[in-house]
């Protein structure tokens, strides 16, 4: 199976402290809520899995700032608590010097579902995907995808099986949902696209 292009760069601050998510192979991961700056003012809160290991010797306050360079990854929430897709950035490395917020998000990978072209209720075209980007050994992440105006019709136009590389941003979205007759808060995660590149063009690590 061909390993496609999954690359995340995050600069901003420390929502809340580190609280404990999972273990895998005997390896203790830590969940940190890191909240980064749009250019319009708006913040977006993604949730960070790290290592402990990355994380010995430092200091994470709230407010503390943070970059991360990992990859972005999904995995089916079967508890029947919360979104049924989970997505968050696996940290492959962290630095605390301070700078201007950052959200920059390079990926390939292949359109899984039929894209669903719409408009919002102001007039504005925008177009849902889901993209499927394989990780090494046999693994993929399904990730939901979104695109605005001509970038949208162009995104609308491919069919299942397409093949796509593209920039953008991952961002986070609240919505309600009545559940039992109770109205929740809840939070969606998805890539914002910017621009779609060549699919075949290698890619050259810094």
């Not at 960070?48 to 994470?60: A, C, E, H, M, P």
């Not at 605390?96 to 579902?113: A, H, I, R, S, V």
């Amino acid at each position: 199976m061909q390993t496609d292009h999954n690359k995340i760069f995050l600069r901003g601050r420390l929502a809340a402290p580190p609280s404990p998510s999972h273990s895998n192979h005997g390896v203790e991961y830590l969940m940190l809520p890191l909240a980064v700056r749009r250019l319009s003012g708006a913040e977006d809160t993604l949730h960070i899995v790290v290592s402990q290991d990355l994380l010995k010797g430092r200091s994470l306050e709230t407010d503390s700032p943070l970059s991360v360079w990992g990859e972005v990854r999904t995995f089916n929430n079967r508890s029947g608590v919360g979104s049924r897709l989970v997505v968050s950035v696996f940290a492959r490395e962290l630095d605390q010097e301070p700078g201007e917020d950052e959200n920059c998000l390079e990926l390939t990978g292949t359109l899984c579902k039929p894209p669903i072209l719409r408009a919002t209720p102001l007039g504005r075209t925008i177009c849902d995907m889901i993209v499927a980007s394989n990780r090494r050994y046999g693994r993929a992440d399904y990730l939901p995808c979104i695109s605005w105006g001509s970038l949208a019709y162009r995104c609308g136009s491919m069919t299942v099986g397409s093949r796509l590389s593209l920039a953008g941003r991952l961002q986070s979205r609240t919505y309600t949902k009545e559940v039992d007759g109770q109205v929740q808060e809840r939070t969606a995660f998805e890539i914002s696209v910017m621009s779609l590149t060549d699919p075949e063009e290698p890619y050259i690590a810094p």
